[in-house]
């Protein structure tokens, strides 16, 4: 796979559980435990310096200040021994000269930044005592503490309810304005991505299928997988059964010759099965990896049907 | 905890009387706690025996006074009665706490620092450390406390410091693995790696993150363990290993007690209640700490 982010700009990582969206991003932080995982090839390019290939220590010093990440579960992402106060306040000083006073300083500002009420008192208390809601905001004010160039969104809103996501994404759109950060949103939820973001990669198997601009991928979608995803979604007008990809992702310790999603795929062929679709590119930054979706061949969709 | 949390409205909460309610619920809980409490208060009372010790014996511990050995309890301002030298037993046993509180304090000490330092590295980098670290605690666990001690004592010869150093030592391994079980739970936790995410080396993930999230069943361990070394310590005196006549010991006083059993059966009765009591009072104020500080865990 293969993706490029400006600053300030956001790209989305879409795909169903199991596609390798936060493999992707533990792999960008270095954080990959190893073993059993190990970065074979390719690179990863960060403001000009090749993350594959710095030290531990190099990528300590990136790591929270230059990218930051912010968590599925923010139930479960704070340290529940400490206050609040304290983690904002650890690593802001773990990768910036202050002392003590100016942290605590800034650890308020951040609060404030994310809205939270209060935040002299809220920063003496313990994880236990926020919401979810609260604790994610906690969350983002540590993870933008240090004013990263990017942020790493793994799936930030999928544990907190609906009224409560759309304010975390609110509060996200407005900080990455102010601040002017790259956000990486990786998602099953097509919604935040229409919301948020200005590119977006359909991820299956670990590969890229699809890899275009919102606006392309919702007026125009090419690869099949992407047409299952959106199909599934509940619209206005979704009547009965939702439809849903029959099937299951492929298990990837077995060899697969072909396309990892002819199996699943309505329109595979034979060809399909035996030989594996480069991604390439059929219009104007849209690329896709189909054998029927080049630039003078379309397949024709057909409706998203209910299935067992 | 985190299902209560999640009812409570952020604001609504009255901030003043939240604060610091983390330690307050453990001390009400504990406080609450019969039992516990009966254990706090022989912890403190043995405290004061200690501290107070010079103000509190009747007599020098050490007096001899051997016109007047073995009397009977009560005779002549001798509260417990006089051991087969004519010491006052009620002194000696006084006298006798601070050996048994210093032992189980120090060597509790001891062994827990080393058993955590560790626990914390085989159960954190896990593999051929884990490996290393645990065989050898396996072999220390293998071997009979009381040969290990007779081996260090051989080798160092006896004294107040060979015992804490050999009971300390004996106590490593238990403090090993519970450390590396809980730190096998604790570093799978997410807020372990939101923290790795944020830049933070090993060491500070080590000691500010992972160690704060196992104190509670380590305190839990020690507070029992200082009843086993105490037992240790008087086991140790018995058998002449431990600290050195004429210094009292309850273990010593017990020993000497043993020869006059039929006799004068007040020595050993006497430093074996002291015995009884004092191990009692920690397993008591261990059991109600650990329903105190997590109701679910079990040690």
Same mark, same amino acid.
């Given at each position: 796979?293969?993706?490029?982010?400006?600053?300030? $700009?956001?790209?989305?990582?879409?795909?169903?559980?199991?596609?390798?969206?936060?493999? &992707?991003?533990?792999?960008?932080?270095?954080?990959?435990?190893?073993?059993?995982? #190990?970065?074979?090839?390719?690179?990863?390019?960060?403001?000009?310096?090749?993350?594959?290939?710095?030290?531990?220590?190099?990528?300590?010093?990136?790591?929270?200040?230059?990218?930051?990440?912010?968590? +599925?579960?923010?139930?479960?992402?704070?340290?529940?021994?400490?206050?609040?106060?304290?983690?904002?306040?650890?690593?802001?000083?773990?990768?910036?000269?202050?002392?003590? #006073?100016?942290?605590? &300083?800034?650890?308020?500002?951040?609060?404030?930044?994310?809205?939270?009420?209060?935040?002299? #008192?809220?920063? /003496?208390?313990?994880?236990?005592?926020?919401?979810?809601?609260?604790?994610?905001?906690?969350?983002?004010?540590?993870?933008?503490?240090?004013?990263? #160039?990017?942020?790493?969104?793994? /799936?930030?809103?999928?544990?907190?309810?609906? &009224?409560?996501?759309?304010?975390?994404?609110?509060?996200?759109?407005?900080?990455?304005?102010?601040?002017?950060?790259?956000?990486?949103?990786?998602?099953?939820?097509?919604?935040?991505?229409?919301?948020?973001?200005?590119?977006?990669?359909?991820?299956?198997?670990?590969?890229?299928?699809?890899?275009?601009?919102?606006?392309?991928?919702?007026?125009?979608?090419?690869?099949?997988?992407?047409?299952?995803?959106?199909?599934? +979604?509940?619209?206005?007008?979704?009547?009965?059964?939702?439809?849903?990809?029959?099937?299951?992702?492929?298990?990837?310790?077995?060899?697969?010759?072909?396309?990892?999603? @002819?199996?699943?795929?309505?329109? @595979?062929?034979?060809?399909?099965?035996? /030989?594996?679709?480069?991604?390439?590119?059929?219009?104007? /930054?849209?690329?896709?990896?189909?054998?029927? +979706?080049?630039?003078?061949?379309?397949?024709?969709? $057909?409706?998203?049907?209910?299935?067992? | 905890?985190?299902?209560? !949390?999640?009812?409570?409205?952020?604001?609504?909460?009255?901030?003043?009387?939240?604060?610091?309610?983390?330690?307050?619920?453990?001390? =009400?809980?504990?406080?609450?706690?019969?039992? !516990?409490?009966?254990?706090?208060?022989?912890?403190?009372?043995?405290?004061?025996?200690?501290?107070?010790?010079?103000?509190?014996?009747?007599?020098?511990?050490?007096?001899?006074?051997?016109?007047?050995?073995?009397?009977?309890?009560?005779?002549?301002?001798?509260?417990?009665?006089?051991?087969?030298?004519?010491?006052?037993?009620?002194? =000696?046993?006084?006298?006798?706490?601070?050996?048994?509180?210093?032992?189980?304090? %120090?060597?509790?000490?001891?062994?827990?620092?080393?058993?955590?330092?560790?626990?914390?590295?085989?159960?954190?980098?896990?593999?051929?450390?884990?490996?290393?670290?645990?065989?050898?605690?396996?072999?220390? %666990?293998?071997?009979?406390?009381?040969?290990?001690?007779?081996?260090?004592?051989?080798?160092?010869?006896?004294?107040?410091?060979?015992?804490?150093?050999?009971?300390?030592?004996?106590?490593?391994?238990? %403090? !090993? =693995?519970?450390?590396?079980?809980?730190?096998?739970?604790?570093?799978?936790?997410?807020?372990?790696?939101?923290?790795?995410?944020?830049?933070?080396?090993?060491?500070?993930?080590?000691?500010?993150?992972?160690?704060?999230?196992?104190?509670?069943?380590?305190?839990?361990?020690?507070?029992?363990?200082?009843?086993? !070394?105490?037992?240790?310590?008087?086991?140790?005196?018995?058998?002449?290993?431990?600290?050195?006549?004429?210094?009292?010991?309850?273990?010593?006083?017990?020993?000497?007690?043993?020869?006059?059993?039929?006799?004068?059966?007040?020595?050993?009765? %006497?430093?074996?209640?002291?015995?009884?009591?004092?191990?009692?009072?920690?397993?008591?104020?261990?059991?109600?700490?650990?329903?105190?500080?997590?109701?679910?865990?079990?040690?």
């Amino acid at each position: 796979m293969s993706f490029d982010l400006r600053q300030g $700009e956001t790209i989305g990582i879409v795909g169903e559980s199991g596609s390798g969206k936060s493999v &992707t991003s533990t792999a960008i932080l270095g954080l990959i435990p190893s073993p059993p995982g #190990k970065i074979e090839r390719g690179s990863i390019v960060f403001e000009g310096k090749d993350l594959t290939k710095l030290s531990q220590d190099e990528m300590r010093k990136i790591r929270g200040n230059e990218i930051s990440m912010i968590f +599925q579960d923010p139930m479960t992402s704070l340290n529940p021994v400490f206050t609040v106060g304290n983690q904002i306040i650890e690593v802001i000083r773990l990768h910036q000269q202050v002392n003590k #006073k100016e942290a605590r &300083t800034r650890a308020i500002e951040m609060l404030k930044l994310v809205g939270i009420p209060e935040p002299e #008192k809220r920063l /003496e208390q313990y994880p236990h005592e926020f919401s979810g809601g609260m604790r994610q905001r906690v969350m983002i004010a540590i993870a933008l503490a240090c004013n990263p #160039k990017l942020l790493i969104a793994d /799936e930030p809103t999928t544990a907190l309810d609906v &009224t409560v996501q759309a304010q975390i994404l609110e509060l996200m759109k407005k900080l990455q304005v102010d601040l002017k950060t790259s956000i990486i949103m990786i998602t099953h939820d097509l919604g935040v991505v229409w919301e948020s973001c200005q590119k977006v990669l359909v991820m299956y198997a670990g590969n890229t299928v699809e890899y275009a601009n919102v606006e392309d991928l919702y007026q125009n979608p090419l690869h099949p997988y992407t047409w299952g995803l959106l199909d599934s +979604q509940i619209k206005s007008d979704t009547v009965g059964k939702l439809p849903s990809i029959p099937g299951n992702p492929p298990d990837l310790r077995n060899e697969i010759a072909g396309c990892y999603f @002819a199996p699943r795929c309505a329109y @595979a062929q034979e060809k399909c099965f035996t /030989e594996r679709p480069p991604l390439v590119e059929v219009s104007l /930054e849209h690329m896709v990896a189909c054998h029927f +979706q080049t630039a003078d061949h379309r397949l024709k969709r $057909e409706g998203g049907e209910a299935s067992e | 905890m985190s299902n209560q !949390a999640q009812n409570i409205s952020p604001v609504s909460v009255p901030l003043a009387a939240k604060k610091k309610s983390k330690e307050n619920s453990v001390w =009400r809980r504990l406080l609450k706690n019969k039992l !516990a409490l009966v254990g706090m208060i022989i912890i403190a009372i043995m405290v004061i025996f200690s501290v107070f010790a010079p103000l509190i014996a009747t007599h020098p511990p050490n007096a001899m006074d051997l016109a007047n050995s073995l009397s009977e309890p009560g005779v002549d301002g001798h509260i417990l009665g006089t051991d087969n030298y004519g010491r006052d037993l009620f002194s =000696r046993i006084i006298y006798g706490t601070q050996i048994s509180l210093i032992v189980g304090i %120090f060597a509790i000490g001891l062994g827990g620092m080393i058993g955590t330092l560790l626990g914390l590295v085989a159960g954190y980098y896990g593999g051929k450390w884990d490996a290393i670290i645990m065989r050898l605690m396996d072999g220390l %666990f293998a071997f009979p406390f009381i040969l290990l001690s007779i081996a260090l004592m051989t080798v160092l010869g006896a004294g107040l410091f060979n015992v804490i150093l050999a009971i300390g030592v004996a106590n490593i391994p238990g %403090f !090993a =693995r519970i450390v590396r079980g809980q730190v096998l739970a604790v570093k799978e936790e997410e807020y372990i790696e939101v923290t790795r995410s944020l830049g933070a080396n090993h060491s500070r993930i080590i000691f500010h993150h992972i160690l704060p999230n196992c104190m509670a069943p380590i305190i839990v361990y020690a507070t029992m363990n200082v009843a086993g !070394a105490i037992i240790s310590e008087a086991a140790l005196s018995f058998l002449g290993l431990g600290v050195q006549p004429p210094t009292a010991s309850w273990g010593s006083i017990l020993k000497d007690g043993k020869d006059f059993l039929v006799l004068s059966p007040h020595m050993a009765t %006497f430093s074996g209640l002291a015995i009884l009591l004092s191990v009692l009072g920690f397993n008591l104020f261990g059991d109600g700490l650990r329903d105190a500080l997590d109701p679910k865990m079990k040690v």
